[in-house]
């Protein structure tokens, strides 16, 4: 298993940014298929973005492509997500999580096995 904590998260008025952490431990985060999800209060999870485990490929929910972007650093065990043009839907906690199946990426929930505690994210409007 892999511990991921996230940070970063905060209030941000509708159309500003943040970017978004998660810091993981151990020496192999670059076997790990990572993801973004959130989940609003009320709402299922949703996935949000995910990335290859090097980096060079990547995949966006609809709602959020050409705004956030996904990226990691794989020396540094650290995957990001930055987030622009925030609107009030994009209010959630967000949550990262790992996967070592044998997959380039996953837009899934059930395929991440490991999870950070969350970041709270607020859009004012």
């Known amino acids: 298993q892999v511990q991921l904590v996230e940070s970063g998260g905060g209030l941000v008025q509708t159309g500003g940014s943040l970017r978004l952490s998660c810091a993981a431990s151990?020496?192999?985060?670059?076997?790990?298929?990572m993801g973004w999800f959130r989940q609003a209060p009320g709402k299922e999870r949703e996935f949000v973005a995910t990335?290859?485990?090097?980096?060079?490929?990547?995949y966006y929910a609809d709602s959020v492509k050409d705004r956030f972007t996904i990226s990691r650093n794989n020396t540094k065990n650290i995957l990001y997500l930055q987030m622009n043009r925030l609107k009030p839907e994009d209010a959630a906690v967000y949550y990262c999580?790992?996967?070592?199946?044998?997959?380039?990426?996953?837009?899934?929930?059930?395929?991440?096995?490991?999870w950070g505690q969350g970041t709270q994210v607020t859009v004012s409007s």
């Open positions: 151990g020496r192999t985060f670059s076997s790990y298929v």
């Open positions: 999580a790992a996967s070592q199946r044998p997959m380039t990426y996953s837009v899934d929930y059930k395929k991440y096995d490991d």
């Open positions: 990335i290859s485990r090097g980096g060079g490929v990547t």
